[in-house]
């Protein structure tokens, strides 16, 4: 059933009021939803109507979008906040939600920072980059990451490009405060005219990425695609209609790893949709569209193409690419033996089956990757390297460090943090910090007690969860646009980065005359 009525009207070229009093919070149900609001791992999810953004008899709708967003910008004030970035990808109600920020956080005299004009989606992983490179004061991503596409998400996050941590909470308390004032006295949550002087269409930090992700990956991996190319190798992405597809073909293009017909890489399900183009749904059953589960990867058309061989191995990335998977194929004749190794396997024709991966599996030969190309490279001993994962996250990955530092004289070394990226980038600012205080040996401490200490020149060379994500930084810290600020890795998930790393090594394993699997 739908609210009373609509609240405000999107995209209005003039000022708007939300008057909240007692009535209002009784006819919205807007209490009790307060009372349970909270930011979790990932933000805030939660149901919305994809038909209706003022459907109260949902948690996530025009009004309770809006108190959210007053909250933050009344915290945002009192912290000097003065600059937002304000991002998202496809799913319902989006494009009207970014708005919504935008008029009230403009009412509240701060500047946002939106795509230029024709570019309606921003990846998570490019809203984290460059809040961080145009040195803005923080941001946010209207996301719900692999969700259905009847939940909606907000996930804001700090100047650095992580997710918001103490302030979290402090959002949420606000919310309550506001909920109870409008229940007692009413309030006003003003929104400004939408275009209006504080808004800019300057968001598009692609080609500092580019650059970055240049030093992430390195140059002789990349070299090896169009060789590989020139031989036969080719890669297929799924986008799920997500927001990856219009950033991913510019960074492509800035790399010259060609696409399309006769290139290296080509797009499935490239236009964006709000649906994503019903991925997910089976016998009338909405999983979601998380690139790790089997509802998705066995029903996006990766076997389709790989058995009329139009591509040798088939990449996933979700709506807001942060998440990633892969299939290939390899010699029907060891299928028993990649079961075995615990990789799942279907048959596809006589010659050859089908094998679908694990993020766990594949983040242990990127590490493995990345320790040899550093190795290539004379970097591995001149840094002190760490691979990072979440406790849930496959043993094998560290041991992967673990059993090259015995075979060898490096030192790489292994940190564990709890279940959630802001983990990650919390590690990641608290060597920051450390670096920019002058300590001579750099440390941390798990949540076990455990300290381990690292040393002068601290690196991330994988950061995994087990759900998916993973980012690696580069060999020097990165600055931002003025040089105000450095950065040792991201501070949020990064498909792109791990798509590139995994279309390099599948070029590799191609000239080599294998795949992925074999």
């Not at 790399?255 to 399900?269: E, N």
């Not at 840094?383 to 075979?407: C, D, H, L, Q």
């Not at 020097?476 to 105000?484: L, M, N, Q």
Request: contains cysteine.
């Amino acid at each position: 059933m739908s609210g009373p009525r609509a609240l405000f009207t999107p995209f209005a070229n003039k000022a708007e009021k939300i008057e909240l009093d007692a009535n209002l919070v009784a006819e919205t149900n807007v209490e009790p939803w307060a009372l349970q609001f909270k930011l979790g791992t990932a933000g805030y999810r939660d149901l919305l109507d994809p038909e209706d953004l003022f459907n109260f008899d949902v948690p996530f709708n025009g009004l309770s979008a809006a108190l959210i967003l007053e909250a933050r910008a009344q915290l945002a004030d009192e912290a000097g906040i003065k600059s937002l970035h304000i991002g998202g990808e496809v799913r319902p109600h989006t494009q009207e939600f970014i708005d919504i920020a935008a008029r009230i956080y403009t009412a509240h005299g701060i500047s946002v920072h939106l795509r230029p004009k024709g570019m309606r989606t921003t990846p998570i992983w490019l809203s984290s980059f460059g809040v961080f490179y145009n040195e803005l004061d923080g941001g946010e991503n209207f996301t719900a990451s692999h969700s259905q596409n009847y939940k909606g998400g907000w996930k804001p996050m700090e100047a650095a490009g992580g997710q918001l941590l103490e302030m979290a909470g402090m959002i949420a308390d606000k919310v309550r405060e506001l909920v109870a004032q409008a229940k007692a006295e009413g309030i006003t949550i003003e929104l400004a005219a939408s275009g209006n002087d504080l808004y800019h269409y300057d968001f598009d930090p692609v080609d500092a990425y580019v650059d970055v992700l240049k030093k992430v990956v390195p140059q002789t991996l990349i070299d090896e695609i169009a060789p590989a190319t020139a031989k036969g190798f080719r890669a297929g992405f799924c986008t799920e209609g997500g927001s990856m597809a219009p950033t991913a073909r510019r960074i492509f293009d800035a790399l010259d790893v060609t696409m399309d017909d006769g290139g290296s890489v080509f797009f499935t399900h490239e236009e964006e949709s709000d649906t994503f183009h019903g991925i997910g749904i089976l016998d009338g059953v909405n999983h979601g569209v998380d690139p790790g589960k089997w509802q998705v990867y066995k029903y996006v058309g990766a076997q389709e193409l790989l058995r009329d061989k139009q591509c040798d191995v088939f990449f996933i990335w979700d709506p807001d690419g942060d998440r990633f998977n892969m299939v290939t194929v390899a010699p029907a004749a060891q299928a028993e033996e990649f079961k075995a190794a615990g990789l799942e396997v279907d048959p596809l024709d006589d010659d050859r089956c089908c094998v679908f991966f694990k993020p766990n599996q594949i983040y242990f030969m990127l590490t493995a990757l990345k320790i040899q190309s550093l190795e290539e490279a004379g970097e591995l001993g001149n840094y002190n390297w760490i691979v990072a994962s979440t406790f849930p996250t496959s043993m094998s990955i560290g041991e992967v460090a673990t059993t090259f530092n015995k075979r060898s004289d490096a030192a790489l070394a292994t940190y564990r943090v709890p279940v959630g990226f802001k983990y990650f980038a919390s590690l990641v600012g608290d060597l920051e910090k450390q670096l920019a205080d002058g300590v001579e040996e750099t440390c941390a401490t798990d949540v076990t007690g455990i300290k381990t200490v690292f040393g002068s020149k601290p690196r991330l060379l994988m950061m995994a969860e087990e759900s998916g994500g993973a980012a690696m930084g580069p060999a020097e810290p990165v600055h931002s646009r003025t040089g105000k600020n450095t950065s040792l890795a991201a501070k949020e998930k990064d498909a792109m980065q791990i798509g590139l790393m995994s279309l390099c090594l599948g070029a590799r394993l191609h000239t080599q005359g294998g795949s992925f699997a074999a």
